[in-house]
C-alpha cells in the first residue's frame, strides 16, 4: 500500500521536474485566478459582517435629546416614547457615556477626544423596538415628540447594504463559476502535454497489466499539487496584501467610522481552506478530463 | 491456454477475422503466419482484450475473456508477456530499470525486483550490460532486453510480434534460441512472423491465417504459398528477414 503510494508520488514529482516549465506556468495562471478570486471574497465577507452587524440593530433607534432639555424634559419624552406602539424598552445614555463608548471605539486613536474642550455629544435614549415594522412606525413617531432633537435609525443603509452584498454574492458565484472553468483548463491542457510526453510509457504500462488508477494516479496528483501550490502562494500573497490593508486603514479611518474589518487570521484561514479545496478540485478535474480518453485507447 | 472458438471480428465493412477457431495449449510454441492484412493482429489485439470480437468465444489462461469487465484487463494482461518488433524500450531508463519498470507496474516489492530482474537479465544474456541505456546496445541487445521485459513477471503467455523483424539472420537466431529456452521453462510462445526461414528451421506448430480465415494449422514448415508473387522484390524482401 504505502510502497504504490510512493511509488505514485515518485512519479508525480518526477514527472513535474521533467515538465518544470509547464507546471510553473500552470501555477502561476491558476494563482492569479485564485487571487482575483481572493479579493471577491475578502469583499463579500467584509460586506456581508458588515450588513449583519447593522442587522442586530434593526430594532434600536438612537433618539437624540435636545441639549436644553432638563431631567424632567428628558423624563416626558420617555414616557412618550414608551407610550408608543410596539416599543418595548428605552435606555437612557448620557452624553458622558456616549463619550465613553466612543472612545472605546477609537481604540488608540482615543487620545485625540482628549483635545476636547465641550462634550459635543448629546443624550440619547437607546429605543428597543418589538419588529422591523415597528421600528418605521416608532422612528417616524419619535421625531413628533417635543424635547427630541434627532432620531438615527439604520433601516434604508441596512437596505441599501443588503443589495450591494446580494450584488457582490452573485458577482462573486458568476466569477468563480468563470475562474472554476478556465483553472480546470488551463490544468487539463497541462496535463494533456505531460501524458503526450509519457505516450510511448503508458503504452508500454497498459501492455505489462497495469491498472488504470496505477497509470491515472500521477497525473492527479501532478494536477492537485497544481492546485495546492497556487491556494498556497495566493492564499499567502492575500494575506500580505490584507494585513497591511488592515494596518493602514483600520487603526484610524475605519474605526473612527464605527466600521471594524473582518481580521485577517480568521480570513485567510478559512480563505487558504477554501483556495485548497478548490485547488485539489480543480487539479483533481482537470487531471481526469485529460487523461480519461487517453485511458480508453 | 488459448482457445478461439468460431470467432469474427469485422472493423466497419472489412473483415479483421471470420469464423476462427484455434486450441493453442499450454507449452505450445506456435508461429502465427499471413500475409499483411491477413488478420494476425485482429488475433494478437483479440487476446490481448484491445478489441472486443463481434461472436464466438475467446478463453486465455482459461478465463472467457469475451466476457470480461475492463477492471480486469489489467489482471488478463499481466497473464500475457509481449515482445515487439520494434522493442519499444523507455529510452531515459537503463537497461535494468527497463526490465524492473514491468515488476514496477504490477506492484513488486524492491526486493523482489532486486533478486528477480539480475535473474531474468542473466536468462536473456545481457546481465554484463544492465547499466547501459537502449541508444547504447545494438538491436539484437535491446531486443533481449524486450524479452526479459516480458517475461519478468512470469506470464503463461509470450507474444510476441515479429520479434526478429529488425534482425538480422543471426541475430534472429540468437532470438529464437531465446524464445525456445523460455518455451522450455513451460511458458506457451505464440510469434507472429513473416520469417519462412525461421519457420521452416524451427519445425513448430504454424497457423496460417488469410483473408480473415485460418486457412492451415500444422506442425512443420511455412508451407506453400498459392499467392506469393515471386516476381515482386516487395514480397520477396518481407519474406527473407
Known amino acids: 500500500m504505502f510502497s504504490r503510494a510512493g511509488y505514485a508520488l515518485k512519479q508525480t514529482f518526477s514527472q513535474i521536474w521533467r515538465n518544470k516549465s509547464m507546471y510553473l506556468v500552470s501555477v502561476l495562471a491558476i494563482t492569479a485566478m485564485m ?91 437607546l429605543v428597543y423596538v418589538e419588529d422591523k415594522d415597528a421600528a418605521d412606525y416608532v422612528a417616524e413617531a419619535v421625531t413628533e415628540i417635543p424635547g427630541v432633537d434627532d432620531v438615527t435609525y439604520y433601516r434604508d443603509t441596512i437596505e441599501k447594504l443588503s443589495k450591494i452584498t446580494r450584488f457582490v454574492e452573485t458577482a462573486s458565484m458568476i466569477a468563480m463559476i468563470f475562474l472554476i472553468v478556465v483553472s480546470v483548463i488551463i490544468v487539463a491542457n497541462t496535463i494533456k502535454l505531460t501524458v503526450h510526453n509519457r505516450a510511448q510509457e503508458i503504452g508500454i504500462m497498459k501492455y505489462l497489466g497495469a491498472t488504470d488508477w496505477f497509470v491515472r494516479a500521477p497525473f492527479i496528483l501532478g494536477g492537485i499539487v497544481i492546485g495546492l501550490v497556487s491556494s498556497l502562494i495566493s492564499t499567502g500573497a492575500i494575506y500580505v496584501i490584507y494585513s497591511k490593508i488592515i494596518g493602514l486603514i483600520q487603526a484610524d479611518v475605519i ?16 480563505l487558504l481552506i477554501m483556495c485548497a479545496a478548490l485547488g485539489v478540485g480543480i487539479g483533481t478535474c482537470g487531471s481526469i478530463i485529460s487523461i480519461r480518453r487517453f485511458l480508453a485507447k | ?20 477457431s484455434v486450441h493453442i495449449k499450454k507449452g505450445d510454441f506456435v508461429f502465427l503466419v499471413g500475409p499483411s492484412g491477413a488478420g494476425k493482429t485482429t488475433f494478437i489485439r483479440l487476446i490481448l482484450k484491445e478489441i472486443d470480437a463481434d461472436s464466438g468465444s475467446i478463453t486465455v489462461a482459461g478465463k472467457d475473456i469475451t466476457r470480461l469487465s475492463r477492471r480486469e484487463i489489467p489482471e ?45 537479465l542473466e536468462l536473456v544474456g545481457i546481465a554484463d550490460k544492465a547499466d547501459r541505456y537502449p541508444h547504447e546496445l545494438s538491436a539484437g541487445e535491446q531486443q533481449r532486453v524486450g524479452i526479459a521485459r516480458a517475461i519478468v513477471n512470469q506470464p503463461r503467455v509470450l507474444i510476441a510480434d515479429e520479434p526478429t523483424g529488425n534482425l538480422d539472420p543471426k541475430t534472429a537466431m540468437e532470438i529464437m534460441n531465446i524464445l525456445e529456452k523460455i518455451n522450455v521453462r513451460g511458458t506457451t510462445i505464440l510469434m507472429v512472423t513473416h520469417a519462412k526461414d525461421i519457420v521452416d528451421r524451427m519445425n513448430k506448430r504454424v497457423v496460417t491465417i488469410e483473408g480473415g480465415r485460418i486457412v492451415r494449422d500444422e506442425q512443420g514448415s511455412y508451407g506453400f504459398m498459392d499467392d506469393f508473387d515471386y516476381d515482386s522484390d516487395e514480397e520477396v524482401d518481407r519474406y527473407v528477414f
Open chain 1, 35 to 125: 487571487l482575483i478570486l481572493g479579493i471577491f471574497f475578502i469583499s463579500f465577507v467584509n460586506v456581508d459582517m458588515f450588513t449583519t452587524t447593522l442587522n442586530k440593530d434593526y430594532n434600536v433607534i438612537q433618539v437624540y435629546l435636545d441639549e436644553n432639555n432638563d431631567g424632567a424634559e428628558d423624563k416626558a419624552v420617555e414616557e412618550a416614547i414608551l407610550a408608543l406602539d410596539g416599543v418595548d424598552k428605552a435606555i437612557y445614555e448620557s452624553k458622558a457615556d456616549a463619550l465613553v463608548k466612543l472612545k472605546q471605539r477609537w481604540g488608540d486613536n482615543a487620545y485625540l477626544l482628549d483635545n476636547l474642550q465641550d462634550n459635543p455629544l448629546p443624550n440619547s435614549y
Open chain 1, 255 to 270: 474605526r473612527m467610522l464605527s466600521v471594524e474589518l473582518v481580521p485577517a487570521d480568521y480570513l485567510v484561514f478559512n
Open chain 2, 1 to 20: 491456454m488459448i482457445i478461439f472458438d468460431n470467432v469474427s471480428k469485422k472493423y466497419g465493412g472489412n473483415i479483421g477475422l471470420t469464423r476462427a
Open chain 2, 76 to 120: 488478463l494482461r499481466q497473464k500475457i508477456g509481449m515482445v515487439f518488433q520494434d522493442f519499444r524500450l523507455l529510452d531515459k531508463k537503463t537497461v535494468f530499470e527497463n526490465v524492473a519498470f514491468a515488476m514496477e507496474v504490477v506492484h513488486k516489492s524492491r526486493k523482489q525486483i532486486k533478486q528477480r530482474v539480475p535473474h531474468v
